[in-house]
């Protein structure tokens, strides 16, 4: 078994998780759609939420040329794979069984929180694409999608009550995955 194979096994556990703690939170919504305020916002974040897990169980395929795996690397993409499912865990809402559920008041509730996940989860993106760049291009022209949506991110937490500040945000974000599973997203190779 190849260092990679053993350690990707233990990060798509955690992946795996909040991916299905993201698609049952979807599914409580769409049991609960009659009982339920909807905010396009917080539904933003939770698709933004999926993308960024996404992102980074691919980009571990990046690194199937490291042979060697300290235990400070193993830490670092543990410690990012738990952010991840923190960010998803703060993203979705508890969808109670009875009674009316305001995703709205939620996302202005915790919005702070789940986008100060996010944005950090950019910035350590950005330092980790720096880092393992290595003769990876690649990875350093990936932080010209990560930085924007960072930036955004800021701004969303630093103007939590402007709704065209949060729209916008969430906009930048969607348009930067896009553009970064398009083009900046090497394919699968090996």
């Given at each position: 078994m190849h260092a990679l194979d053993f350690i990707s096994i233990l990060l798509s556990?955690?992946?795996?998780?909040?991916?299905?703690?993201l698609l049952a939170t979807a599914g409580d919504i769409a049991i609960a759609i009659k009982r339920i305020s909807f905010s396009w916002l917080n539904t933003g974040w939770m698709v933004v939420s999926l993308l960024?897990?996404?992102?980074?169980?691919?980009?571990?395929?990046?690194?199937?040329?490291?042979?060697?795996?300290?235990?400070?690397?193993?830490?670092l993409f543990f410690g990012i794979a738990c952010l991840l499912y923190l960010l998803v865990r703060l993203?979705?809402?508890?969808?109670?069984?009875?009674?009316?559920?305001?995703?709205?008041?939620?996302?202005?509730?915790?919005?702070?929180?789940y986008i100060g996940v996010?944005?950090?989860?950019?910035?350590?993106?950005?330092?980790?694409?720096?880092?393992?760049?290595?003769?990876?291009?690649?990875?350093?022209?990936?932080?010209?999608?990560?930085?924007?949506?960072a930036l955004a991110s800021l701004a969303a937490i630093a103007w939590p009550r402007v709704g065209w500040v949060q729209a916008a945000?969430?906009?930048?974000?969607?348009?930067?995955?896009?553009?970064?599973?398009?083009?900046?997203?090497?394919?699968?190779?090996?």
């Open positions: 556990f955690v992946y795996a998780a909040a991916i299905t703690h960024s897990v996404a992102a980074w169980w691919l980009g571990l395929w990046d690194l199937r040329g490291q042979d060697i795996w300290s235990m400070g690397a193993l830490g993203v979705c809402p508890r969808i109670a069984a009875d009674g009316p559920v305001d995703l709205d008041a939620f996302h202005h509730e915790e919005g702070r929180k996010y944005c950090l989860t950019c910035l350590v993106a950005i330092g980790v694409n720096t880092f393992f760049a290595g003769a990876s291009h690649i990875w350093l022209t990936q932080n010209y999608a990560m930085a924007p949506m945000a969430i906009l930048v974000q969607l348009a930067m995955w896009a553009w970064y599973f398009a083009v900046l997203q090497p394919p699968l190779v090996g």
